[in-house]
C-alpha cells in the first residue's frame, strides 16, 4: 500500500512538473506573439542588418586572410 502510494505520489508530481513546463511555454509564446506582432518589422530589419553586417565582416576578414598569406 506505501508503494503504491508513494508510485501516485510521484506521477502527480511529475504531471504537475509536466504541466507548469507546458504551461510556462504556453503563456511564454503568447507573450513572444504579442511582442512579434508589436515589433514585427523591426525585429526582422534588426535580425536581416545584423545577418548581413555579420556576413560584411565575415568576407573582409577572410580576404585579409589571403592576402596575408600571399
Known amino acids: 500500500m506505501g508503494e503504491l502510494l508513494g508510485i501516485l505520489c510521484g506521477i502527480s508530481i511529475i504531471s504537475f512538473i509536466e504541466f507548469a513546463v507546458l504551461a510556462s511555454n504556453i503563456c511564454t509564446l503568447f507573450v513572444k506573439r504579442r511582442l512579434y506582432r508589436v ?3 523591426h525585429w526582422l530589419f534588426t535580425l536581416l542588418n545584423g545577418a548581413r553586417l ?16 600571399s
Open 39 to 41: 515589433v514585427d518589422g
Open 54 to 69: 555579420w556576413g560584411c565582416s565575415f568576407e573582409v576578414s577572410s580576404r585579409q586572410d589571403r592576402t596575408a598569406e
